[in-house]
Structure formats: structure tokens, C-alpha cells
């Protein structure tokens, strides 16, 4: 049994409270000030990963591969915000990265002592801080599996957490159940707008929502001006055509936004960017 485990980047500092780091595919450099504590204490953080490989490598006539499981994420010294890392990334704050790996190769084993013609598995997740603030938390996970088939399967996960009530939330908090289905109807327009689509023209015969009913997924991201859903695939097209993601201006539909969606989008929308 093969385990790496490697500690990647540097512990970062804010350089002041008044200083935010930007809301963008992060590279690296952790930093964040929580507005729960003095304005001369830090959030910092640093990627850490780790990869464990099966015992029982997979040879063809051609090649030889061996089953693993790859995961990538922050650390940060706050417990709660790693609690909060472990079970996006996991989905359980209950469960480590070593047993998951451990579950994950155990299963393929099993697998390959019945399989006459077995195939390499794959489980690859990596957790990325995509935006930061003083009082905001969001990552994005990119995961990819293959266990056998045609093809792997992706996706992309966006979570949110508030660093003043360290607390996940979710859609609901951004815009309070009570309005989305107006939410939802200005949503439509500009999906409407970005597949080229009539205000009366059917989805049924071209995507998989409900009925033929517009939906919007759960899975969303607070950007400078809008907010992002993202639709994984097969969610409402065929795997072939990917993901397709959806934004709708804040403009639109501040006046449906939560006092707390309020203040974390006015935090984003003066970040300084490098």
C-alpha cells in the first residue's frame, strides 16, 4: 500500500482588515481576516494533499495502471472551518481523508478479485478556495470518478461558509424560500437568453428539467455582479454537452437578496484583486 502525503504553499497573511483577498480561482496564497475577532487577527491556510494507491496494479497486453485515490484541499488553523472543509469535500464531518481512501481502495480490491477483465478506478477530489472575505468563506470542489463504463464522471460543487456565525449556508439563505419562485422566473429569462431560446418555446424535446418545467440547481457561487448557477452534467443536458453555467445580475433581484447575502455581495464587490 502506497500513501503520499504532501503539505503545499505557505501559511499567508492579511496585510490589514481594510485589505481583501479576491473572489477568483485561488493560486495558492491563503489569506482572510475574520471580522469575528480584532482587526489585527488572521484566517490563514494552506493546501495540503493525499493520494493512496491500490496494492493490486491492473496489467493489460499494453500497459500497466494502478487504482488511487487523490484528494487536494485548504487547512486552516480555525477547527470549525476545517470541520466545514472536511465535509464538502467527504460529505460527512464525521469521516477523515485516510479512511475515505481507505473505503474507496478497499472497494476496488474487492472488485478485482471478481472481475475477470477488471479496470482501473479512479477518485479524484480537490477543494479550492474560490472567493474569501472577512466574513465569508466559498470553495469549489472539482471532482472526477471512473469505476468502470464508458466514460468517468465530473462535477463541480460550490459551498459557502459565513465566518461570523461559522455556519454553512446555502440557496435558501441567499434568497429566502419565499421568493424563488420569482428568483426562479428571472433566472429563466436569462436562460432563455443564453440558449437562444423563445419566451414560449418548449424544453422538453432539448433539456432533462422536470416536466419541461425551468429549474435552478442548488449548486450556486456569489461573483462580484451575479450570482452563478452551475448545472453539472446530466443534470439538465446529455454528458456530451458538459456543464453549463447560468448568471443572473444582482441587479435583478437584489431586492429578493437576504440581509446576509447583502452583506457578503458588498464585501465581494469591493475586493481588491491582484
Known sequence: MKNNINNTGTWFLLFSFAVLSGCQPDSGNGRA???????????????????????????T??????????????????????LFVREALLGSDTASVEKAAGQFISDFDRFMETDPFPRVWVSESHAKVYCITPSYLG????????????????????????LTDGQPFTLSDVVDTAYQNELTAVAERYFRQREGLAVDQSLEDRYFFDGGRFSIPANFA???DSLLFLYNIYEIKPYVDGQTELRVPYTDIDRLLTDRARRIVNEIATVKTP
Not at 481576516?33 to 491500490?54: G, I, P
Not at 497486453?61 to 470549525?80: A, L, Q, R
Not at 469549489?140 to 464522471?153: F, P
Open 33 to 59: 481576516s475574520n471580522d469575528k475577532q480584532a482587526a489585527t487577527d488572521t484566517l490563514t491556510y494552506q493546501y495540503t494533499d493525499y493520494t493512496r494507491y491500490s496494492d493490486h496494479p491492473v496489467k
Open 61 to 82: 497486453s499494453e500497459t500497466t495502471d494502478t487504482t488511487f485515490f487523490s484528494v487536494s484541499y485548504p487547512v486552516f488553523p480555525d477547527s470549525t472551518v476545517n
Open 139 to 162: 470553495l469549489t470542489i472539482d471532482a472526477y470518478s471512473y469505476t468502470g463504463g464508458a466514460h468517468g464522471n465530473y462535477a463541480t460543487v460550490f459551498e459557502h461558509y459565513d
Open 222 to 224: 456569489l461573483e462580484q
